[in-house]
């Protein structure tokens, strides 16, 4: 009771497991507002564009932004050092750029990199085009060059390889706002550019000294997409992932190579030739069998001049004929002259010398034709052999009478060390040396032999 004679009432009462569920509750609160981006900190994919550009390698870039976009990256960085390549790769490539939902940054690097001939389309084709010091980029006119060796190309001609690149470069350097005049030299002029050129010329957006740089640039930086749309870049705290090569990429890397193509090539119609010529051999017609195999993918994908494979194929047939006919070696030398043309008009490569190096071509060359009259020879010389084995090895074998043998009769003979019943036109006495002339299932039929 109170002074007032009221009852006291009791306070209410906290449990202490209340207040600590409450304070956790307000603790995980503060650290996840505190804290959002090491929560999740921007992806960024690295993807390395370091060799010719290529159909495996176009798919691999395909596949790298497919990757990107499926793991809601913040942006993928293309890192490139290429002397250029395939057309067609180039095209696949800038197609997968432009429609990419995330955004991409083309970097050439490191220093002394290059983003030549199709590298320069790729690189401006990019949402945000860098470069390190001390690289290059450009030269981009359309060629032809297979093996290296310039081929006349009539003017009407080259004049629409440059128009068709020239608009197709036009194409997206308007909308992202580089300088298409300036770009178009580089088609038209084979014009090359320093980094501190190609910005100057507004051809690429910044220099950088390394990815690190080039990504603390592009914190917080607003770009315009390839629709219109922009777009800011938030890379704070960002996490690189490297894209690789797959296993079975990697492989298929190796057969559009073509000097590894020219040379699956060869080892397939070489070994196939063995086995149809040395029946029974088996691992020459498993091993060609493979390897042409191998090469008809490759040359699905490569763009193959069909001029080079007729070559080739003449050369084996000069070869062969070398082995037949005496020709004192105008035939070889005529083959081993078509097979180096042959390998060297055997790609076509429109923006990039490319095709099959000459020291292969050179190398290979001379062995080819060496073991193709040798085995050709072989199979000549053979055919003058004598059987060894069946009836066929019986005739004009030579015996020793053991038995006397009377006149159409039977007696005995060795021959090879084994008995056989024989039979004589005409009585040979025991010891006497005979030829086997005809057999009959176990019967031989013998002459004396002439002394």
Known sequence: MNARGQPIRNPPRISISSVCLALFVTGIGLLRAATPETQNPPLVVELKLDREVEPVLATYIGEGLADAAGRQASLVLITMDTPGGLSDSMTDMIHHILESPVPVAVFVSPSGARGASAGFFILLSADVSAMAPGTRTGASTPILLPGGFSVPVDEVLRKKMNNDATAFLRSFTEKRNR?????????????????????????????????????????????????????????????????????????????????????????????????????????????????????????HLLPVNFAGVVLILLAFALFIMEAKFASHGVLLTGGIVSMFLGAIFLIRSPLTPGGVSMGVALSVTLPVAVLTVFLMRLVLKSRGWKTATGKEEMLGAEGVVTTPLPAQGEGMIRVHGELWRAVASSPVAEGTHVRVTRVDGLKLFVEPKQA
């Open 179 to 299: 300088n298409p005049k300036l770009a178009e030299t580089a088609v038209t002029d084979a014009q090359a550019f320093t980094e501190n050129e190609a910005l100057a010329g507004h051809l690429i957006d910044l220099i950088a000294r390394d990815n690190a740089d080039l990504l603390k640039q592009l914190n917080g930086r607003e770009i315009k997409r390839f629709d219109g749309k922009t777009a800011k870049l938030s890379l704070e705290n960002y996490r690189l992932d490297e894209f690789h090569l797959s296993a079975r990429q990697k492989f298929l890397a190796r057969i559009v190579d073509p000097d590894i193509f020219f040379l699956l090539l060869l080892v397939g119609v070489l070994g196939l030739y063995t086995e149809f010529t040395h029946p029974g051999v088996i691992a020459p017609g498993v091993i060609g069998g493979i390897c042409a195999v191998l090469a008809l993918y490759a040359m």
